[in-house]
């Protein structure tokens, strides 16, 4: 019975059997291309919408005006006038008056909408059901690899595909198995929309865990407000090096660490660095976070375009796109840190094959400048005017084309003597390496620059559509500071790029664009594992089930490290050897660090390896915080992380070494660890999407 | 309802004209009347012969409900044992399940508790769930009493039905009553960013909520 969805095969029926079937997969395939083409319709809509709103993100603005138009708001409506689910203070006109007297701001009223419509509040939740199965069953059926399906999918796709490649052959069975699985990997786009998609889940969680959940949705939605405001990229989370403004001060000491790198242990002293981060990352990245608004409409977006160019496209999507884009996977350092160990990594990659990666990395030194600015060694100005741009894919030259015409109105970046000097910079993420950077030249002493440039970069067009162009304005100061001028950012997957227009933006500020769920924006890949809390023998198991049980001392808590899926390839030859490393905070004696083997060679490696935490209470889990991480290993330099979860209830916050970090779990990290309390002695499995950072806000 | 182009096929599968669609599974032992279900609720027709469902089979139905056009694309699925892998397959991404059994077949009723299993297995969290005793025209051979489906139900915490295709009893109602519960879920689950909302709502309603009403057939 576990084999079920495994073993999709149609191998054991006959040809008219075989017939039938197919023929209801055909009109299973007309129907769900209809609807998919109609999903995706909702999905632009939704990003029109948000993209008027000329507020995003976490609620930064003043709350004098409304965060969808930006007229005033009066004093006296203030209180009143904040949506509950974005936090953004709106005017009546931009408020959607829900059947029961609520009102939301207009935009989260019609993602709602578009979720019912696309059928997104079911699809995002795809948890299977807790099972009334023997644990170990359960567990065992769960443990087979099965072919991943798209989540709107029904498994009608894959049989359709699965039997198209079964020809007539009477006993085709292992094969087939094979080739499905082999496609499931092939086609790490078809899982994307799935788990990416999942990320807003918890919101439909809430209505199977009522009770626990509720107050999660709101905490995890405030810290995931609050942990945008300093949640820094680094996905590194290797780096030692504290990112200094001074380059050259830095260097002893952060060289030392990353030319230490010589040793796999490397990867052990990762969580204490992370909490060593200084303040001043925290500025750094907040620029790359906002990437994609919601990374995962773009993608959904493409997983059905691929269905409509056939199923070729979709194979270059997620897990080429570090092939195609160096700069993706490795180099985030490198972006601070010119260090001899980087390049040579760098290198040793051989990412040859895109154009923009070698010369784009020797031009490093002159824009050393802006490295810099983005290390947060900037002045902020209050940011106004425009930009006039027009963007294009040039099919001949296979790259994409950013023209920039110009800014109009510009912020002055020195304020003291009223002058900008403004420069336009481009990334093409989420890569926001140094090989996705572009720049115009700088214009001396004005607020309306005309550049007249165009930026470009090689790319796939099939792989546009998960990208969004992140246009920046910045100030050069000469003697000075640079300043940051304003920014945008513009998700490709709507765009068309075709016919280019020349558009006219207004410039955001940074925390605008910084999304709550920033540590989610960039794609990372997904781990699935199951949690279960083992009651003490002694304890009764009804005892157990009831809210406290306060007397057991000697319950486990297990964790199954499954499987990660498309995860980013660092190795030449678009793979990863990876491994998973556990660590359940506060550290105690018995809560030490647990790592499983490493899965060479696989981007969707199965691990199957089960970390057991002894001697805890059910109750201690509460404020308790797990945190699983994934890295590449790296034999002669230092392991590359490729993402992590964090699972816990969300809430409060938790001693790590001597910095209170906030347990700012989110959507399913949290449902999971609440399900996984709230049902002791029984599995609870989830997909968790990787975040790109681990990261979260110190107080 | 205001069905008006009940038909299934090309012009129903491809009319864009609606708001949600739900994905529906009909799953049950074999030969319990799931595809006579189905024909009656979609074509309104109904034969006494009995043809074993090869593995799957789906029909398109457009109802409006709740001011809504909602499109529902229910799978039939084959009650036989040896199409369990592709049928099992099809249980992700179903948005509502009815189980059925017959009423007049014992067997059919004790496989009731293991559908619900595979149902807890294989689908996806918040998958709604309505137990339907198919064949309630054949009082005389019924071997099932009204009770034990609704005390089953009520254990499984599935909302319950007795219907019969042949006679046309509660199949329409069947299917709208699984929108509805649809329709609650997702409001449910959508307002639960509201605190307002959910705070009033926690309490009974997990995950396997015990069913509220019961609108059984008066048969």
């Known amino acids: 019975m576990p084999e079920a969805v495994d073993m999709i095969n149609l191998g054991f029926l006959s040809e008219s059997e075989q017939e039938l079937i197919l023929e209801v997969l055909r009109r299973d395939e007309e129907l769900r291309q209809a609807e998919e083409l109609r999903v995706r319709k909702l999905k632009t809509e939704l990003l029109d919408v948000k993209r008027k709103g000329a507020k995003r993100g976490s609620g930064r603005y003043s709350q004098h005006s409304c965060g969808r138009c930006q007229e005033p708001l009066s004093r006296l409506t203030v209180f009143s006038s904040q949506c509950k689910m974005c936090n953004h203070y709106v005017c009546r006109n931009c408020r959607t008056v829900l059947p029961k007297g609520s009102w939301l701001c207009s935009v989260c009223a019609k993602e709602s909408d578009v979720k019912k419509r696309t059928g997104d509040w079911f699809y995002d939740q795809r948890v299977t059901r807790f099972s009334t199965l023997a644990t170990h069953d359960l567990v065992r059926a769960s443990l087979k690899k099965r072919p991943q399906l798209k989540k709107r999918e029904t498994a009608g796709e894959l049989l359709l595909r699965s039997t198209e490649i079964i020809p007539d052959s009477p006993t085709p069975k292992p094969r087939t198995k094979q080739n499905h699985l082999s496609r499931a990997n092939e086609d790490p786009s078809t899982e994307n929309s799935e788990s990416i998609a999942s990320r807003e889940s918890f919101e439909s969680k809430d209505s199977v865990w009522p009770h626990l959940t509720r107050s999660d949705t709101e905490s995890a939605e405030n810290s995931s407000i609050t942990s945008s405001k300093t949640e820094t990229e680094s996905s590194r989370v290797t780096p030692e090096q504290p990112r200094r403004e001074d380059h050259s001060v830095q260097s002893s000491s952060a060289e030392s660490g990353v030319s230490s790198s010589t040793f796999p242990v490397k990867a052990d002293i990762v969580p204490e660095v992370k909490l060593d981060s200084s303040s001043l990352d925290l500025d750094v990245d907040r620029l790359f976070k906002k990437s994609i608004k919601r990374d995962p409409r773009p993608s959904e977006c493409v997983s059905t375009l691929d269905l409509h160019n056939g199923q070729n496209t979709s194979g270059a999507s997620m897990g080429n796109r570090s092939h195609s884009v160096p700069g993706l996977d490795i180099q985030e350092d490198g972006e601070e840190e010119e260090d001899i160990d980087s390049l040579v990594n760098f290198h040793k990659r051989k990412m040859v094959s895109s154009s923009s990666s070698l010369h784009s990395s020797k031009s490093t030194l002159g824009s050393l400048m802006s490295l810099y600015s983005e290390a947060g060694d900037f002045d902020s100005v209050e940011v106004s005017g425009e930009v006039v741009f027009s963007m294009s894919y040039n099919e001949r030259t296979q790259s994409l084309q950013v023209f920039i015409e110009e800014c109009h109105g510009l912020a002055c970046g020195d304020t003291t003597r009223q002058l900008s000097n403004p420069y336009v910079k481009c990334y093409l993420l989420p890569d926001k390496s140094r090989q996705s950077k572009r720049k115009t030249s700088i214009k001396k002493n004005t607020v309306n620059p005309v550049y007249k440039e165009t930026l470009k970069y090689s790319i796939n067009r099939s792989q546009l559509y998960t990208r969004s162009v992140l246009i920046s304005v910045w100030h050069y100061g000469r003697f000075s500071r640079n300043a940051f001028l304003g920014e945008l950012e513009i998700p490709l997957d709507c765009q068309d790029l075709n016919s280019p227009q020349m558009e006219r933006m207004a410039l955001m500020s940074k925390a605008a664009s910084a999304l709550p769920t920033s540590a989610f924006s960039h794609y990372k890949g997904d781990l699935v594992i199951s949690l279960k809390y083992v009651t003490p023998k002694k304890a009764t198991p009804e005892k157990v089930k009831g809210k406290k049980a306060v007397t057991e001392e000697g319950g486990e808590l297990h964790v199954l490290i499954k499987e990660a899926k498309n995860l980013m390839a660092m190795k030449p030859g678009d793979t990863s050897d990876s491994f998973v490393k556990g660590y359940l905070f506060p550290i105690t004696a018995k809560t030490t660090k647990k790592k499983t083997p490493v899965v060479k060679k696989n981007l969707n490696p199965h691990y199957d390896h089960t970390f057991v935490y002894k001697q805890l209470a059910l109750e201690q889990l509460k404020e308790m915080c797990l945190e699983l991480t994934v890295w590449d290993k790296e034999a002669m330099s230092s392991n590359e992380f490729l993402g992590g979860v964090r699972l816990s209830s969300g809430e409060g916050s938790i001693k790590i070494g001597k910095e209170e970090v906030a347990m700012d779990s989110v959507g399913e990290e949290v449902s999971l660890w609440q399900k996984m309390m709230q049902y002791p002695d029984s599995w609870a499995e989830g997909t968790l999407p990787l975040r790109s950072t681990m990261k979260a806000e110190g107080k | ?219």
């Not at chain 2, 089979?57 to 409006?64: A, C, E, G, Q, R």
């Not at chain 2, 369990?84 to 007049?104: E, H, K, N, P, V």
């Not at chain 2, 005390?151 to 915490?157: A, I, M, P, R, T």
């Not at chain 2, 069913?211 to 048969?219: E, K, V």
Request: hydrophobic fraction near 35%; aromatic fraction near 12%.
């Open chain 2, 1 to 219: 309802m205001a069905s008006a182009t009940a038909t299934y096929g090309q012009k129903e599968s491809s009319d864009q004209n609606f708001d949600y669609m739900f994905k529906i599974l009909i799953i049950g032992n074999s030969s319990v009347g799931k595809t006579s279900f189905l024909f009656r609720y979609a074509d309104d027709s109904f034969t006494p012969a009995f043809v074993s469902t090869v593995g799957i089979d789906f029909k398109v139905k457009t109802i409006y409900r709740n001011d809504k056009r909602i499109k529902l694309q229910i799978w039939d699925t084959a009650g036989q044992e040896r199409y369990r892998t592709i049928t099992t397959a099809y249980y992700r991404g179903a948005m509502g399940f009815i189980l059925m059994y017959d009423i007049t077949n014992e067997e059919s009723f004790n496989a009731v508790q293991d559908w619900s299993t595979q149902i807890k297995t294989y689908s996806w969290d918040n998958a709604q769930v309505l137990l339907v005793g198919n064949k309630c025209d054949m009082d005389d051979e019924r071997v099932v009493s009204g009770d034990r489906g609704r005390q089953l139900s009520e254990h499984l915490g599935f909302e319950f039905f007795e219907a019969s295709a042949k006679d046309n009893i509660n199949v329409k109602q069947t299917f709208e009553r699984l929108v509805d519960i649809i329709c609650e879920k997702m409001s449910e689950s959508l307002d639960a960013g509201d605190p307002a909302v959910t705070g009033a709502k926690q309490g009974p309603q997990l995950t396997e909520q015990p069913a509220p009403p019961h609108q059984d057939c008066a048969c």
